[in-house]
């Protein structure tokens, strides 16, 4: 694209290698604000005078399909390699998501919210996360780039809910990474039989919750970011070789825990009721968070449109039975009302006089932490990578390295932003920040799904397109309504009795009233419009079961990027967005001078 700042120019050649002879590693302004509106303070106060018509511009663009994959992808200016298939999306998948969660949370739920029911809790999680991962199967067979949803989004709903679904899933994935390594070093501390916190270093002087500082976390995030960064080919060996010994340990908790089984322990099995099973299923969703980060690897699969789904789809499913397995297992081992919050495996097995199993529990935990910062790493700086592309944030973080095919830069930004937070931040700090943001980008995948079906710009009737809007408007208000009832407490079935019908006309709607403008190539989801809608409306509900104050942090952080949009994402993309016109002005004169002669 002649008219790109040399920062960003294409200049990838044949076999990914780049023909631009420029330093990987430089740090001029230009890499980092190349554009117009950042050239000068005069340039930036006019271009800020301009803020509300560029906004308005970003709220109404769409970037496309070719862009997501081809333009945007020479702005990196060399290529990611080529070098996965299912097999290794699928290990990826499970390396990424059985970490923690099924250790600690299961415990915990079972005993305060769930019961011996924590089973189904599981089981209705994973309904949701398996009907959401269905959403980004389609989407990354069609749009394989390494921005996962961020690209999604942005093609189907615009630059302004792309940045804000990217920069929450951003921030859930930078606190969770920190999180990860916080609780690698209590699971270690505890593994060589010391208390948690007693290889953290104590300063008295610092605020309460910021005063243990962890420098092994630190040490633990920048080892997995470093090996991701050398190449992705090896991080996914390493990935599955570690998963399989966690598979080892799974088997032996299953196993134990069904050999030492009380079919009694599971009476009574609902001794919260049925807001019970769906308050535990809103926080054990946690332990399904990070399939997503497979998406992102699209780039760089051999076949996207056979490996993807059978990566994304195959893991999440066998990931939900193994789940449910374990939690029955531990249940049946030990009644609900004597489990330990805090190790609720080790105890259980302790109290069936297998102390020696707490160790292997503990190694189980610290490989699923571990393989989840692999994969973690692996998935943010992709993330960050097509964000920079995109020139939301500066375009020096989507450089790709030309030997490693990895984006190092990217994977510096956020290894150290991790570190930073991990080091300072306790994990009760941590815990405050919950699974609402992952939630509400998985509805809003579902609906991009739904407008991607029903909706192709210059081709659809405006007509359409208002019941197209009214529809997923009375789909999401009823959504919401069902949520909002059954978190309210109220009893009755008057609220229900309103709401899911409104779902059901509006689901209905869309099968009946407008027809599907678009057919997926290869592969796509299932029963549309019924599983989409049906993830908007499990999404919203486990939205709705996670407390007050999940969403006042949502609130405060949404703020905080729409500030960030608003002074610097809006004007350098706006900027960029307009050379690439001028650009196709200037070749479509070039060539109609060419047909003149």
Request: hydrophobic share 50%; charged share 15%; aromatic share 12%.
């Amino acid at each position: 694209m002649a008219g790109e700042s040399p920062a960003y120019t294409a200049a990838s050649g044949a076999g990914g290698e780049s023909l631009n002879p420029r330093s990987y590693w430089r740090f001029t302004k230009s890499d980092f604000f190349p554009e117009p509106s950042f050239s000068s303070w005069t340039s930036y106060r006019s271009a800020f005078s301009r803020t509300f018509p560029r906004l308005r511009n970003r709220l109404l663009h769409r970037s496309s399909d070719s862009d997501e994959v081809d333009v945007l992808r020479r702005r990196s200016e060399n290529s990611m390699r080529r070098c996965l298939t299912w097999w290794d999306l699928g290990w990826l998948g499970f390396g990424s998501v059985v970490g923690t969660g099924i250790f600690v949370l299961t415990g915990q739920e079972a005993r305060l919210n769930a019961g011996p029911a924590i089973v189904l809790s599981y089981a209705a999680s994973g309904l949701s996360a398996l009907l959401s991962v269905l959403c980004y199967a389609e989407f990354a067979v069609e749009i394989p780039s390494a921005g996962g949803s961020f690209s999604y989004l942005r093609v189907e709903l615009g630059d302004t809910a792309a940045y804000l679904a990217a920069a929450n899933i951003l921030l859930e994935a930078l606190v969770g990474a920190a999180g990860l390594a916080r609780s690698w070093t209590s699971y270690f501390a505890t593994l060589i039989g010391r208390e948690p916190d007693a290889l953290r270093i104590h300063v008295p002087s610092l605020a309460e919750g910021f005063n243990l500082l962890d420098p092994i976390a630190v040490v633990v995030l920048i080892s997995c970011s470093t090996f991701a960064a050398l190449g992705t080919h090896r991080t996914s060996i390493l990935n599955w070789i570690a998963s399989v010994l966690t598979l080892f340990v799974i088997a032996f908790v299953i196993a134990a825990g069904f050999v030492n089984a009380k079919p009694s322990n599971l009476s009574p099995f609902l001794p919260f009721g049925a807001s019970g099973v769906f308050r535990a299923a809103a926080v054990v969703y946690w332990a399904y968070t990070g399939f997503d980060m497979m998406a992102t690897m699209a780039e760089e699969t051999k076949n996207p449109s056979r490996d993807i789904p059978i990566g994304l789809i195959g893991s999440m499913s066998a990931i939900t039975a193994v789940y449910c397995a374990m939690a029955l297992a531990l249940v049946m081992m030990q009644k609900y009302s004597e489990l330990d919050t805090n190790a609720a495996y080790s105890v259980a097995f302790a109290a069936a006089g297998m102390k020696w199993a707490k160790y292997l529990v503990a190694l189980g935990a610290l490989k699923g932490m571990t393989t989840g910062m692999l994969v973690g790493a692996l998935g943010q700086a992709r993330y960050t990578t097509q964000i920079a592309r995109a020139h939301m944030i500066p375009p020096f973080f989507a450089l790709v390295h030309p030997k490693t095919g990895t984006p190092i830069h990217a994977t510096l930004l956020v290894t150290l932003s991790s570190a930073i937070i991990a080091f300072f931040s306790s994990l009760d700090v941590l815990a405050s920040v919950s699974s609402i943001s992952t939630l509400f980008i998985f509805m809003l995948m579902a609906v991009a799904l739904l407008v991607r079906r029903y909706y192709v710009r210059e081709v659809t009737p405006k007509s359409n397109l208002l019941k197209l809007n009214c529809l997923l408007f009375l789909i999401i208000g009823a959504s919401v309504g069902i949520s909002a009832y059954w978190n309210s407490g109220a009893k009755g079935w008057i609220g229900y009795a309103i709401a899911v019908p409104l779902w059901f006309l509006g689901t209905l709607g869309l099968t009946v009233v407008i027809p599907q403008q678009r057919t997926p190539k290869v592969w796509g989801v299932p029963l549309v419009p019924w599983l989409p809608s049906a993830s908007i409306v499990t999404n919203i509900f486990l939205m709705g079961s996670l407390g007050y104050q999940a969403f006042v942090r949502f609130g405060i952080c949404t703020v905080v990027m729409l500030a960030y949009y608003v002074l610097i994402g809006v004007h350098a993309t706006y900027d960029v967005a307009h050379e690439e016109e001028d650009d196709k002005l200037e070749g479509l004169k070039v060539e109609t001078g060419n047909r003149g002669a």
